[in-house]
């Protein structure tokens, strides 16, 4: 039997739940954690007498791997760099990532999910393990604004469109032309 807070028994993935739970849509977040991380300070501890404001680029990027039939890897990619024109003051890598529990969804619908509505969960923590990151490097905590997740989510899906109906367009063959 399982114990209070079990998450497959929360999320209705485990076997024979009674009256037709089985068949119920259920998703949700198993576990987080760091896969990868790096922390560069590589400029100390001159970087902590420039004046200059660094230029902030921060790059992510959303992935998703199968576990098994039920169960995904989300991973978030977050890349940021605050460089000036003396150097880089700091480098973050992180791969943040969560196993993402899936049962009784369609295809369209569980790509939304990893894509979209798993990486908003997600992002909360992966900001704070940076934010502390930046923070342990001497400087102060870089607070990212939020993502829509979803905004992104359905600009990439349209723009995806977009390019198949343009390919699709340019394959087409001219009609024959001429008198019958």
């Keep these: ?16 739940a009674p009256n037709g739970a089985d068949n119920l849509p259920s998703a949700g977040i198993i576990t987080q954690y760091v896969k990868d991380m790096s922390v560069e300070n590589p400029n100390a501890p001159e970087v902590f007498q420039w004046t200059e404001q660094p230029q902030i680029d921060l790059q992510f990027n959303i992935g998703s791997n199968k576990v098994n039939d039920e169960i995904h890897e989300v991973e978030l990619k977050i890349n ?9 003051a700091y480098l973050v ?8 529990a899936m049962r009784n969804i369609p295809e369209e619908h569980a790509h939304a999910f990893l894509f979209a509505e798993a990486p908003r969960l997600l992002f909360p923590f992966a900001r704070a393990v940076v934010a502390d990151a930046v923070r342990d490097a001497g400087f102060a905590p870089m607070m990212m604004d939020p993502i829509d997740f979803n905004g992104l989510y359905l600009q990439q899906l349209q723009a995806k469109q977009q390019q198949e109906a343009a390919e699709a ?5 001219p009609a024959p032309s001429g008198n019958a």
């Design 1 to 16: 039997m399982a114990e209070e807070g079990d998450i497959l028994t929360d999320l209705n993935l485990s076997d024979g």
């Design 169 to 173: 367009g340019s394959d087409e063959t």
């Design 93 to 100: 890598e992180l791969a943040y990532c969560g196993l993402v």
């Design 80 to 88: 940021l760099t605050a460089k000036t024109s003396k150097g880089n």
